[in-house]
């Protein structure tokens, strides 16, 4: 088998979204996705991508991972390299799983669990609409309602108990929220004002309020704070029995993190927005978390995801895969979660997984009760929807052998 094309599609109206198919000359498809810098993505893709894999056998997974990894400079983190090439990895598994006729995590040595837990991190539907980045101080980001379904930004900063009652209802038992932010917009994440602290802590105290004891509450913090004000926030909030904390600092700097978990014992969790195997081990190694994330669109594919997720195993700590991505993300994240034992929980976006992923795609795993269940279908299971193609804000770019 061989790879005869490399197509890539951007949507004007998910901006940050890039698509992708891998064609072969046996006619399966791979497909895949990234999101953030979607346009620089792509380019490197046909310009640097497409010439190493081309006329490649697409089931030489391991090979081809070594030619594209072999960059001369931005093979490490969650480069542009690092991210384009995710991107192809994941969709290889995919046309490795359709040519054995297998799920990708029946390939991957078959499941370890027939479902995965998912909690809901609580954007709301226009959160990735309009934008090609994340903007803190866009309004949908910051909990504008626009009068769709699922509005959980909105909802969580305004109305805790019904958000909390309709989570519920759905057999979700986790939710994530992060009502600092805007302060952290104001103040460029240097200090909070004591009526800001106050009102995000209300959020919390609401929260835990109507969900109960039992219920886990995780709190966003993005990268957005000063170690200092991080830690006011984190005592400020501790008595609402936080589940974890996360990227409560940019983890940028070794230190910072070392003195943050040097002044708390609260769980601290991060790891999405860093790529490859020996990224996190360097973040293993400092012995500052106490749950990671990894984004498989970010961190290397599903092969590379696959190896961190094993390399946390030998330091004894769980992993969340990411989502608040897309729709191809979720699944590569789901696969994964299946396969893998150490796997806490599979993020989750109900205002996305309901919404708009049901306008990309078909055959998205199935979520019942608040956790993800899988479907028999070969590879990841996912189909672009018949009308995907048709779309007039569709941009097509085409690299051919
Ligand atoms: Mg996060």
Redesign the pocket.
């Known amino acids: 088998m061989k790879i005869l094309e490399i197509r890539t599609y951007r949507l004007d109206e998910f901006p940050a979204m890039l698509f992708l198919e891998l064609q072969t000359d046996s006619g399966i498809v791979g497909i895949s996705e990234n999101c953030i810098g979607a346009v620089t993505i792509e380019a490197f893709i046909h310009e640097s991508i497409a010439p190493r894999l081309l006329g490649q056998d697409p089931t030489n997974i391991s090979l081809i991972n070594e030619k594209l990894r072999n960059d001369f400079i931005g093979y490490s983190g969650s480069s542009i390299s690092v991210r384009a090439h995710s991107s192809i990895d994941i969709a290889l598994w995919d046309i490795f799983g359709k040519t054995l006729e297998l799920p990708v995590y029946r390939a991957l040595g078959g499941p370890v669990r027939e479902s995965i837990e998912t909690y809901n991190t609580c954007a709301g539907p226009g959160y990735a609409r309009v934008s090609s980045n994340i903007e803190r101080d866009r309004a949908s980001q910051l909990g504008t309602n626009l009068g769709d379904s699922f509005e959980d930004l909105n909802m969580f900063l305004y109305d805790q108990s019904r958000l909390v009652n309709e989570l519920g209802e759905m057999g979700f038992r986790a939710l994530k929220v992060w009502p600092f932010d805007q302060a952290a917009v104001d103040s460029g994440g240097r200090f909070i004002e004591p009526e800001a602290l106050a009102a995000g802590v209300q959020v919390i105290k609401n929260i835990r309020a109507a969900a109960g004891p039992e219920f886990k509450i995780m709190l ?1 913090m ?1 990268s957005l704070w000063s170690t200092s004000v991080a830690l006011n926030i984190i005592n400020a909030t501790k008595e609402f029995d936080i589940y974890w904390y ?2 409560a600092i940019r983890i940028e700097s070794s230190k910072a993190l070392q003195q943050l978990r040097a002044k708390t014992d609260a769980d601290l969790t991060f790891g ?1 927005t860093i790529g490859t195997k020996f990224e996190y081990q360097k973040l293993l190694d400092l012995k500052v978390i106490d749950h990671l ?1 990894v984004d498989p669109l970010w961190a290397g594919g599903i092969s590379e995801s696959r190896k961190i997720i094993d390399l946390a195993h030998t330091y004894g700590i769980l992993v969340s895969p ?1 989502d608040c991505t897309g729709p191809i993300g979720l699944t590569a994240g789901f696969n994964l979660s299946l396969t893998n034992p150490n796997i806490e929980y599979q993020e989750f976006v109900r205002a996305y997984y309901f919404g708009w992923y049901q306008e990309i795609v078909d055959g998205l795993p199935e979520f019942r009760d608040g956790k993800l269940y899988p479907n028999e279908e070969p590879g990841l299971g996912l189909k672009f929807k018949s009308n995907f193609f048709n779309r007039s804000d569709l941009r097509v770019m085409i690299s051919k052998l």
């Open positions: 966003e993005h996360e990227d999405e994330m990411h």
